[in-house]
């Protein structure tokens, strides 16, 4: 890789204004990952992290402001054109095809855009999740929270994304099952994934991330290091409620 390559930005979002109808959530949000960085986004419930992806993936496009991904902006780009150029959802509630197997809902989801040096294959997944290969012929909805958000990550990864985001990925899962993906996350990280998360484990975040950013009513109002983060109490207790 050059090192203009490594120094470039992958996402920037730059001052994002975006409403549903009428009303305003998101109020000139700003944040930024670098190749192979983990960043979380963080905030209450309800001050706009989910609308901050969906402007990302095009999916509520921002009525102003810049989001830069590798290179071209994607503000008003179709969210389908922004899948292509590379970016890999885990979206809140996981919505896998109920009334498909396993193997098909990844199958269905395989492409490798970017001539990957090492494109994940579903022996890999399987790999990272043997209860996804255990599960390979269940339908969708047979089974587990656990295994539903496994096989929404698996999904995504099958996509070969630049940018990886999930939305609330260990939300409602038991313990065990939360570890696990933890686990797969920093493996992920340590293969040079770059990751956009949003969660509500501090600090787990703080223990895998490099930057984290904090919203609040639509509007970046930290961000920092996890060094950064830790040493401020106070920002957890002001800004997430800790
Ligand atoms: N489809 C929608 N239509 C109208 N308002 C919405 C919609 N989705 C979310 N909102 C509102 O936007 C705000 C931010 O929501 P959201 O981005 O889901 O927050 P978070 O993910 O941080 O919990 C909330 O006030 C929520 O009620
Ligand atoms: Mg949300």
């Given at each position: 890789m050059s090192e203009?390559?490594?120094?470039?930005?992958?996402?920037?979002?730059?001052?994002?204004?975006?409403?549903?109808?009428?009303?305003?959530?998101?109020?000139?949000?700003?944040?930024?990952?670098?190749?192979?960085?983990?960043?979380?986004?963080?905030?209450?419930?309800?001050?706009?992290?989910?609308?901050?992806?969906?402007?990302?993936?095009?999916?509520?496009?921002?009525?102003?402001?810049?989001?830069?991904f590798a290179g071209t902006e994607v503000r008003t780009q179709p969210s389908y054109r922004i899948a292509k150029l590379g970016i890999g959802l885990v979206p809140e509630g996981r919505q896998i095809f109920p009334n498909l197997t396993v193997r098909e809902n990844l199958v269905a989801a395989a492409a490798d855009r970017f001539d990957s040096p090492n494109p994940w294959t579903l022996a890999a997944i399987y790999v990272m999740f043997p209860r996804l290969a255990e599960r390979a012929s269940n339908m969708g909805n047979q089974l587990s929270g656990g295994e539903q958000q496994m096989l929404a990550i698996g999904r995504a990864l099958m996509t070969n994304p630049k940018l990886l985001i999930l939305d609330e990925a260990t939300?409602?899962?038991?313990?065990?099952?939360?570890?696990?993906?933890?686990?797969?996350?920093?493996?992920?990280?340590?293969?040079?994934?770059?990751?956009?998360?949003?969660?509500?484990?501090?600090?787990?975040?703080?223990?895998?991330?490099?930057?984290?950013?904090?919203?609040?009513?639509?509007?970046?109002?930290?961000?920092?290091?996890?060094?950064?983060?830790?040493?401020?109490?106070?920002?957890?207790?002001?800004?997430?409620g800790i």
């Open positions: 203009k390559a490594v120094t470039d930005t992958l996402l920037d979002v730059d001052g994002i204004e975006t409403c549903y109808g009428l009303s305003q959530v998101l109020f000139g949000l700003s944040l930024s990952i670098k190749p192979g960085e983990m960043v979380s986004l963080m905030g209450r419930n309800g001050m706009g992290k989910t609308t901050t992806i969906r402007s990302i993936m095009g999916l509520t496009p921002a009525r102003a402001g810049s989001i830069r939300e409602g899962l038991a313990p065990l099952i939360r570890e696990e993906i933890w686990h797969c996350l920093s493996l992920l990280k340590s293969r040079g994934q770059s990751i956009l998360v949003v969660d509500k484990n501090v600090d787990h975040l703080a223990r895998i991330c490099d930057r984290h950013t904090i919203i609040e009513r639509g509007k970046t109002v930290w961000s920092g290091t996890s060094v950064e983060l830790m040493a401020e109490p106070d920002l957890q207790h002001k800004y997430l």
